[in-house]
């Protein structure tokens, strides 16, 4: 008999029918004799809706602590009727909201990350032979308030608690039936991977790939957990992120992925002292607002600039924490650019072979694209560039590293 925990986003319990699909799927699993932990997510569209609430209700930032009671009921819906139907079907199954798992994190609201998770209520239920039910995306702090665990959070939950009971593997349902060379939504030539090692899938999901949460790949990483992307609506097994072995696949390039949610920022004609980034930047992490890419320029006659960007979400708060602080430094001004995004290409391969970076300026420029800003590492290379161009930029990309056929 095997652990398994299964977790269904937002579009596969889109309805009541789609929610009766999913109990039949999970009451199949159960009766061939396997222990199991569902997680959802709200239902599709909910927790957008929430979050439209809650920034109507306070004109643009609200409560951070409020803001989580509020966009984390949407899951709560989800698990009880999933539950309901389970339990009319003669299975005994419980429904658990983050809180009552006790699913513990930390008191970063809107972006909390999990510290730990308590399994007795959970281990205990599975014991008496009952299918426990998860609200994904919840947690509670150590001062008892309901913390979220940002936006796609469902799959970091079912993978902790993956590793936590020490499953066989954990299944991440989706609308797509496993993990591609790129976004398939956004082109039909990407092609689907059997298998893909979890730094790959950590690099993919970090440039943008929303088919799995950042933190989720992290966990499974951590703790060895296999994890299987599947869709909700076919048999197809899926794809397996895993430990990198041989039978992977050994192109340079693995994938594309693009990041729409980004925002840039230049600090322009700054004194160039020391100090001046940790005065930037300590008031944004101070925040719990991430900073990814950055980028000083050469100082010319004692001044400089400074570019970096965040999330667009945050820049609402980011404009309020730094324009006092550049006006304070003598900076002449700060810019702000939403029309952006960064297109990203992810292989193990590229740690072994030179000219792939050239090969991806080369790329965009063929397009007529420009690149805004540039940032490598071992296994990822990421361009910020106009927002219009992020088809263009994935398709031209996918296309020249030749990603639809085989390696
Ligand atoms: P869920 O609601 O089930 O959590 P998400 O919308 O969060 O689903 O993630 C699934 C989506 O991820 C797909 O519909 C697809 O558009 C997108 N996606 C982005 N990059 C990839 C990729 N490389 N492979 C598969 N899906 C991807
Ligand atoms: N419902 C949350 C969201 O839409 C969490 C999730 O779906 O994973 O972000
Ligand atoms: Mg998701």
Known sequence: MAVIVQKYGGTSVADLEKIRAIARRVSRTREDGNDMVVVLSAMAGETDRLVQLANSASGGEPDRREYDVLVSSGEQISVSLLAIMLNKMGHRAVSLLGYQVRILTDEAHSNAKILDVETGLISGELKRGGIVVVAGFQGVDGKGNITTLGRGGSDTTAVAIAACLKADFCEIFTDVDGVYTTDPNLYDKARK??????????????AGAKVLQHRSVELAKTYGVPVYVRSSFSEDSGTLVTKEDEEM?????SGVAYDRDQAKVTVVHVPDKPGIAGRLFTPLSDHNIVVDMIIQNASSEG??????????????????LLDPVAKDMGASRIEYDENISKVSIVGVGMK??????????????????????????????SCVIGAKYTELAVMALHDAFGLEQEP
């Open 352 to 381: 072994s072979q030179s000219g792939v970076a050239s090969k991806m300026f080369e790329t965009l420029a063929n397009e007529g694209i420009n690149i805004l800003m540039i940032s490598t590492s071992e296994i990822k290379i």
């Open 193 to 206: 991977l059997k298998r893909i090692s979890y730094d790959e899938m950590l690099s993919l999901a970090g």
């Open 303 to 320: 001044y400089t600039d400074l570019t970096f960007t965040v999330s667009r979400k945050d820049i609402g708060e980011a404009r309020r």
């Open 249 to 253: 696949e050994r192109g340079v390039i």
